[in-house]
Structures are given as C-alpha cells and as structure tokens.
C-alpha cells in the first residue's frame, strides 16, 4: 500500500509563492508517475502537472504554465510543486496522485493513490 501526504499549504497573497511537498511511503517514489491535481469549492477536480518516472518528463496545465514547476526526489521519496505568481483562481485544495499507468497524464482515473489533499488560499 502507497501512502502520500501533502504539506506546505496556506495562506498567500497575490503575486507570491508557495512550495508543496508530497511525501511517499510504502513503496519507492521511482515506481511511479506522480501529478498534481485541485479541486476548488463547486468545481471539479482539475489536472495541474505531472511528472514521469524518470524525472524527464513534465507536463503543465495551460493555467499553470511559466508559473508552476514539478519535480521530484526520489531518493528522498517526496513530490514537490514550486508556485510563483499565484492568483486568486488559483486556491483550491491541492492533491498528489501516484499511478503506474501510461498513456496521457492528466487524467485523475489513471492515478492509483491519492493524498488528502493541502489547502491553498491565495487572497487578492
């Protein structure tokens, strides 16, 4: 069983940064592809970034690009997202996945494990 948890949520004002970490345990980090995903209050739960096994490859929301960066240590087995330039539309809570499926990576369904999720509020 793969455990995540998400940390480094908060309280932001626009315009400035935040670092999420996801922590992974019970299995090694390399095994998987990882993603970020949010989900604000009355809306439904939307990809943000992913990144491949191998740390080689990431992919980024539309929203999100030139702003958010992915990346991940996995002889630390942690995650990370690097926020810049937060905007308002940009609170939600956020959620780390895991999965071993190939095939596009911005779909929540492909990800086998969840994390429950850190909360980040950015105020205008």
């Known amino acids: 069983q793969v455990h995540l948890v998400e940390s480094g949520g908060g309280l932001v004002q626009a315009g400035g940064s935040l670092r999420l970490s996801c922590a992974v345990s019970g299995r090694p980090l390399s095994a998987y592809r990882m993603g970020w995903f949010r989900q604000a209050p009355g809306k439904e739960r939307e990809f943000v970034a992913s990144i491949s096994r191998s740390n080689s490859i990431s992919r980024y929301a539309d929203s999100v690009k030139g702003r958010f960066i992915i990346s991940r240590d996995n002889a630390a087995n942690t995650l990370y997202l690097q926020m810049h330039i937060l905007k308002s539309e940009d609170t939600a809570s956020y959620y780390c996945?895991?999965?071993?499926?190939?095939?596009?990576?911005?779909?929540?369904?492909?990800?086998?494990?969840w994390g429950p999720g850190t909360q980040v509020t950015v105020s205008s």
């Open positions: 996945a895991a999965g071993v499926a190939t095939g596009p990576s911005d779909i929540a369904h492909r990800y086998d494990y």
